[in-house]
């Protein structure tokens, strides 16, 4: 029995101290945009492996239950804002003051941990798109995430000619991280190398916003509906022969935005069935 004691106080150690939390990553990154949005980056598990576009599940540890005391994991899904490459992941939430989990995690600072289960799934991904030339990203505030994931990732540049994002934001500042992200690809090294000098050329990013003044007002549905987008954007409407399309935002743009496409006749895709667009909600607390 003697030989037990070691292993017994070696147990005792992490009772003492801090319980470390299941599936825990460091964040290293925190950067706050408005009042209602923020990104953070993290440690990715050394074995993780993923699509550009899809979701994990994070989030932290809930507060005790009153009666037993006992704590569980409060988990949402995001999705992953840094490409397939990056040595780290990167997300892109909003701040719910009163929300389950964002209410905490917008106080999370570098060096803090969190939980990530790491079992990456998701639609909005390259092999769920038939070969196209023009494709196009349509994101409402954290929609962009998933965006800000392919806008980094070099098959995105390969496979198409031309890349279109539109953002349609509350306020101007809600545009700011899908802004500087777009700017700071002009000065990325891997993707320059990759796919060439000035492949961000193939970028047109189309902006808006529907409560705050900015140089473009009003909902992207709205402007395509008018025809005022693709005058702006001097192309052509959407069409199943040449364009393809991914859609990431709240509910009822995801399903105004899905009867639109329909309507210029692209089908949806999936995982198994590749067509000519595909459709996400952002995910809110
Ligand atoms: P609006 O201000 O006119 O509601 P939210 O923060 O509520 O998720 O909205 C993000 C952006 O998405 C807002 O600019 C909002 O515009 C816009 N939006 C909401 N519903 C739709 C929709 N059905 N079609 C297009 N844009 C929408």
């Not at 993290?42 to 994990?56: L, Q």
């Not at 092999?127 to 494709?135: N, Q, S």
């Not at 500042?173 to 060439?196: P, R």
């Not at 000035?198 to 189309?206: E, L, N, Q």
Request: aromatic share 10%; proline share 7%.
């Amino acid at each position: 029995m003697t030989e037990q004691s070691p292993v017994t106080q070696a147990q005792a150690q992490p009772v003492k101290a801090a319980p470390a939390l299941p599936d825990a990553q460091t964040v290293t990154q925190v950067k706050h945009y408005t009042d209602r949005l923020f990104s953070f980056r993290c440690t990715r598990p050394a074995s993780m492996r993923f699509r550009s576009g899809e979701f994990v599940m994070i989030g932290l540890m809930g507060d005790p239950d009153p009666k037993t005391g006992k704590v569980k994991p409060l988990l949402r899904a995001y999705s992953i804002a840094s490409p397939s490459w990056d040595e780290e992941l990167e997300f892109y939430s909003i701040k719910v003051q009163d929300g389950p989990l964002t209410s905490k995690l917008q106080h999370i600072q570098p060096g803090d941990e969190l939980i990530l289960r790491p079992k990456p799934v998701g639609t909005l991904v390259h092999d769920a798109l038939l070969p196209g030339k023009r494709l196009w990203f349509f994101a409402t505030g954290t929609g962009f995430a998933p965006f800000a994931s392919l806008l980094r990732e070099p098959q995105t540049y390969e496979d198409y000619d031309e890349i279109v994002i539109t953002h349609t934001c509350r306020e101007a500042g809600e545009l700011t991280y899908g802004a500087e992200l777009i700017e700071s690809l002009k000065d990325d090294e891997l993707l320059g190398e990759v796919i060439g000098e000035g492949f961000w050329k193939k970028i047109r990013y189309y902006p808006t916003t529907t409560r705050e003044e900015s140089p473009k007002m009003g909902r992207i549905t709205d402007l395509m509906r008018t025809g005022e987008a693709f005058t702006d954007l001097e192309c052509t409407p959407l069409n199943p022969e040449t364009d393809r399309a991914m859609i990431c935002g709240n509910l009822a743009f995801n399903l105004e935005l899905k009867e639109m496409l329909e309507a210029y006749g692209l089908e949806e895709g999936a995982n198994s069935k590749p067509a000519h667009y595909v459709v996400e909600k952002a995910f809110l607390d």
